[in-house]
């Protein structure tokens, strides 16, 4: 038989190996937190993300996905069709590209399904290449944090469970899911961030929208029972970065975010 190198060991945690030399990162300096109109930030929340590492052969480690580690997979008996961390990537480009986040009006958390939660500074900008995105995901998932290169400024950060310890007081939780009640985009926007609720005497509060980053299923009230309601904005199933387009576009329009 072939001599082959070191077993990867699947689900590997990488606490304790060095991660990568240099990380596909780079920030603006602007402050995410700046609100000029007094609006409240957009709180997104990217759940059940597939971002597991992998030691490979020559030692270095990277995220597990069905197209590279596929035998791998099948090895350990696991559906590679459900190790899909491209989706993560898609919808994180789809939020920080977003008119809405470049008017600063957005605040971005991720988990993975295996429980660790990240918090995303809006300044950041995403690695366009999924090779380079993988690459970031595992400095992550190996220092805890990640900082800007020229700055002190934090980028990405594991903080502590449970999600809704993070949410600011009277904050609104909506689940998007194809099998919630049928909204217009626009009609949601209006109906969430028109002036006769954001306004007078008494405001609502932020509206946190909570988004599946998964290959498959959906997100549900059990497995977070802080959701108001189940909405979807298209009668079609969509991916999520389509559907995180769609409803970003229309709470920009209702801002006047052009």
């Given at each position: 038989m072939p001599k082959v190198g070191r077993k990867r060991k699947f689900g590997d945690s990488p606490s304790t190996s060095a991660p990568p030399k240099s990380g596909p990162v780079a920030a603006d300096d602007s402050d995410d937190e700046t609100d000029t109109k007094g609006q409240y930030p957009v709180i997104v929340y990217l759940d059940q993300a597939r971002l597991e590492t992998v030691k490979t052969k020559k030692g270095d480690f990277e995220v597990l996905n069905c197209d590279d580690h596929r035998d791998l997979l099948r090895k350990n008996k696991k559906d590679h069709k459900e190790f899909r961390?491209?989706?993560?990537?898609?919808?994180l480009l789809a939020l920080i590209d977003s008119p809405l986040n470049k008017a600063g009006k957005l605040k971005i958390y991720m988990r993975t399904h295996k429980n660790v939660l990240m918090e995303i500074n809006p300044a950041i900008r995403i690695p366009r290449t999924y090779k380079r995105f993988s690459g970031l995901m595992?400095?992550?998932l190996h220092?805890?944090?990640?900082?800007?290169?020229?700055?002190n400024t934090t980028l990405l950060k594991v903080i502590k469970n449970p999600?809704?310890?993070?949410?600011?007081?009277?904050?609104?939780?909506?689940?998007m899911s194809c099998t919630g009640t049928l909204y217009k985009p626009d009609a949601l926007a209006r109906s969430l961030y028109g002036d006769e609720q954001m306004e007078g005497e008494n405001p609502k509060g932020p509206v946190c929208f909570v988004i599946g980053a998964m290959a498959a299923g959906h997100i549900t009230i059990d497995e977070h029972p802080y959701i108001e309601e189940m909405f979807s904005i298209s009668e079609y199933p969509l991916s999520g970065a389509c559907a995180i387009a769609r409803l970003c576009g229309a709470i920009e329009a209702e801002m006047g975010i052009v």
């Open positions: 961390p491209d989706i993560a990537h898609q919808e595992v400095q992550l220092k805890l944090k990640i900082k800007a290169a020229n700055t999600f809704q310890n993070h949410l600011p007081a009277g904050t609104r939780v909506y689940g």
